[in-house]
């Protein structure tokens, strides 16, 4: 209790535990919002940060704006790092947080299933700085294949880029870079783009599961008329940094690998004191509350939460709607114990379809079924009123306009974040490869003989 | 020669740099332009991205499509090393770079006058990467701040920020920081900002050097009614991270010193074979030509050239107008040596006078003379129009307008480049503050003394 208030604390600050927060702000209790970044993110556009159309302040949001009003949240920029259930105290590199109801909201990261080695040399894509590192990467491969003392066999691997993933994120990855490319291609004036090879890499036979047959036939023509090799029932079982390999046998040699092909929730979820799923979700009842709550006051929504109840075949995917419709039935459960009535609701998710774009003017989405440039104004109209401060929906609809009209990226600016061994960090030590030839013998500026 | 047409290389991407590039473009010659990024930067705006109002992409513009119509120019992305003039040959951390003629356009950075202890403490800003850490790094420590375990020492020490150097960018630093604190005072519902305390230190008597007394008095005026604490013939000795140090003994705890004290020319330009000032620029004659170039064909121009002649008492300063203006001339030379004309243009600065702003709708510009909204006014006018790309125009516009009426910023957004003795880095290891106090010990949230 706070002030004779009861103190709610909520972690996470994505689209779940900035809704159930905005949902509790005008009741009389107490919140804390504990979060490791200051922002919310928008994650389903982060893919566009990763290809240089939108900027990171565009898709991030400050989580104190949004409780600017709001005096009963308070936001606590920590990492949670457990739950001590039975003292109803939540554990973070800051201090210990008393609760008299938590509200797990953590969200999920990349699933390398195991595999170290391609942890260690491919990109994830769920934060804003993997979304740069990809950006710098992408782009710096461009600029270092251009380099007149390549031979055809570095330039050829620093120009593959592979996609491993066939949802939504991998297809809309797929999708930008092969449009990077031909934007590239108009300020390379002597880059062979022949050598530029995309490859979306999908497991099972088919690209967005969640599509009908005819959507999915269509988002794979429409890739491969951007000139994107989609590779269907095709499993990675390794990456060194140089070659991947494939379970096929089939070596790739390429510099870029982005990982989209699996989440898992993040690790503080198996330090809260429930039962986990194998892919590290926290399972929950009905009522979302955490399976065998030590005092019925722990409850789970969103990516890191796993429901799966009566006749359902696997546990509810990890998308915002699923969050923000847990947000409020949370909410109503969490009002409803402080009053007192045990009595409460079941959660039933309300599935509103899904949609995907496939690059610049191009979309589509499965209820209503739509594909083409109707689809792409539909998924960009509900993507803009969806986005954070007004500002962000006036910048985002210009550069969308600017690049649909004229197919410039502005983005393209590389900073320094690399990947190093699994580790994001700053490219420190400059390149040397001062020895390695000279210039006049390079094939970018043909000096004349008789010079 | 390339194909039988002279060979210009360009080290720099800056404003001379690309204005060069820009005229040669038109004539029958080859250009290199060489810059370690693949950006043009727009450094009068920097300290708007260092203090959250805009994003990195707004004012910076990719090199390349500069010159996406001019098949002559090429961009090469490589850190230059040095010139050997004997031989026409620029070195690169990619290789070497025969040339027929040389533009060294290759900017300042900042200058820390040898005092070692505060370049590996203080941040910069002459980069990107800086701004991102100042950023990073303010935004930061109002968070750390907040945090209820601290001693008040610790807040204060947290919630000082001091700007050394009273140029345009230190005024328009410290008028920035001032408004984000005004901002993060709406978003703090617990932390006590009579704790903040922002200080602009300047060596000399004056604000704005190359203003005139009024406008120094006004802006001075301006900024302590902002609550900045300008504090005028003041000289740092020493920072070690903590404690900063003045000459008269004074020693100001805090834990962020941004350095706007003075520029040196990159530090590349002391291996280009010519005769360098003590702040490291390189000593140019009235046509532009390197004192004492070898073969003669070796020009510097912008902030890497000190160029004084007749009865200037100094060097030109290192601001935009010099670099184009001086780009042109040095355009002009070289064609004439291209055609064999030896009798080159001499160059003559043409003063266009200053402005700096000092906040939100408030500015001061020394001719015409005006200050306060329509200084702003004058001064937003003159920055949107020389923005690179026209999407940066609206969006720059939009950011502005917006932030002019809501008194919002919106790029509050903390990634993880900080400084890290002298060097940025990225924060790699979580802080641990676990231990040090419970939470309910803390100021920010006061439990019932019953519960």
């Not at 003392?149 to 593959?160: G, H, P, S, V």
Request: hydrophobic share 40%; aromatic share 8%; proline share 3%.
């Amino acid at each position: 209790m706070i002030n004779g208030k009861p103190h709610i604390v909520v972690v996470g600050g994505g689209f779940g535990g900035i809704k159930i927060c905005k949902l509790f702000a005008k009741e009389n209790v107490e919140v804390t919002l504990v979060d490791r970044h200051n922002f919310h993110l928008f994650q389903p556009l982060l893919y566009q940060v990763s290809t240089s159309v939108l900027s990171t302040d565009e898709i991030a949001y400050p989580t104190r704006s949004f409780f600017r009003e709001n005096k009963n949240v308070n936001f606590f920029m920590a990492k949670a790092r457990g739950v001590d259930q039975a003292n109803n105290v939540l554990l973070t590199n800051h201090g210990k947080i008393p609760y008299d109801y938590l509200v797990l909201a953590a969200g999920a990261t990349t699933n390398f299933f195991g595999m170290k080695e391609v942890e260690d040399h491919a990109y994830g894509m769920k934060t804003i700085q993997e979304a740069l590192a990809i950006r710098n990467h992408v782009l710096h491969e461009f600029e270092r294949a251009d380099k007149p003392y390549r031979t055809d066999a570095e330039r050829k691997e620093k120009l593959t880029f592979v996609i491993v993933g066939g949802g939504p994120t991998g297809v809309e990855e797929a999708g930008a870079i092969a449009e990077l490319r031909d934007i590239m291609k108009k300020e390379f004036h002597h880059l062979d783009f022949n050598n530029v090879s995309i490859k979306l890499i999908e497991a099972t036979a088919h690209v967005l599961p969640m599509m009908s047959q005819d959507l999915q036939d269509e988002t794979v023509r429409v890739l491969r008329s951007k000139g994107v090799e989609v590779m269907l029932e095709t499993q990675v079982v390794g990456y060194d940094g140089k070659i991947l390999k494939l379970k096929s046998g089939v070596e790739i040699p390429t510099s870029t690998v982005i990982w989209a092909a699996g989440v898992k929730a993040v690790e503080f979820i198996k330090d809260c004191g429930g039962e986990c799923a194998r892919d590290g979700r926290i399972w929950i009842d009905e009522d979302l509350m955490v399976k065998g709550a030590v005092n019925k006051n722990v409850f789970a929504i969103g990516d890191c939460a796993a429901f799966m109840h009566g006749d359902m075949k696997r546990p509810l995917p990890t998308v915002a709607p699923v969050a923000t419709q847990q947000a409020k039935v949370c909410y109503e459960n969490i009002m409803k114990l402080i009053k007192g009535d045990n009595n409460l609701n079941k959660f039933k998710y309300k599935d509103l379809g899904a949609m995907a774009t496939i690059g610049r003017g191009k979309a589509v989405v499965n209820s209503p079924k739509m594909t083409g440039f109707m689809a792409w104004c539909a998924w960009m109209l509900v993507h803009l009123i969806r986005l954070a401060g007004a500002h962000a929906n006036f910048t985002v609809a210009i550069k969308w306009g600017w690049n649909l009209l004229s197919g410039i990226r502005l983005g393209r600016i590389i900073t320094n974040i690399k990947l190093d061994s699994g580790k994001l960090t700053l490219t420190k030590v400059e390149e040397d490869h001062s020895n390695e030839s000279n210039f006049n013998e390079g094939k970018m500026i043909v000096l004349d003989k008789e010079d």
